[in-house]
């Protein structure tokens, strides 16, 4: 079992920037792939940025050059940082881990870009 809990969600002005956390209750190295989604209300949920246990990164093209994914193993800790935030950014942002032959989510944390 892993338990993921997201947090640093709020309202920021475009242009804005955030850092989202999801603490993770095992060894990070233990986790094969940890990814951030994010869903609108009336829209799917949408996948934004990938970590593999590598350490190698990926990203939705929405948010390239604007959002970096990172862990700090330490802290058993996946981050999104988020720059330049724009009024499409608006959305809760899940955290989600694949740890052997399951996948686990976080409860969510709200997003919302507006002036």
């Known amino acids: 079992q892993v338990q993921l809990v997201e947090s640093g969600g709020g309202l920021v002005q475009p242009g804005g920037s955030l850092r989202l956390s999801c603490a993770v209750s095992?060894?990070?190295?233990?986790?094969?792939?940890m990814r951030w989604y994010r869903q609108d209300p009336g829209k799917q949920r949408e996948l934004v940025a990938t970590?593999?246990?590598?350490?190698?990164?990926y990203y939705v093209d929405s948010v390239k050059g604007r959002f970096t994914i990172s862990r700090d193993t330490a802290k058993n800790t996946m981050y999104l940082q988020m720059n330049s935030l724009k009024p499409e950014d608006t959305a809760v942002y899940y955290c989600?881990?694949?740890?052997?032959?399951?996948?686990?989510w976080g409860q969510g944390t709200q997003v919302t870009v507006s002036s």
């Open positions: 989600n881990a694949d740890f052997r032959s399951a996948s686990f």
């Open positions: 095992r060894s990070i190295f233990s986790i094969n792939v």
């Open positions: 970590m593999t246990g590598g350490g190698s990164t």
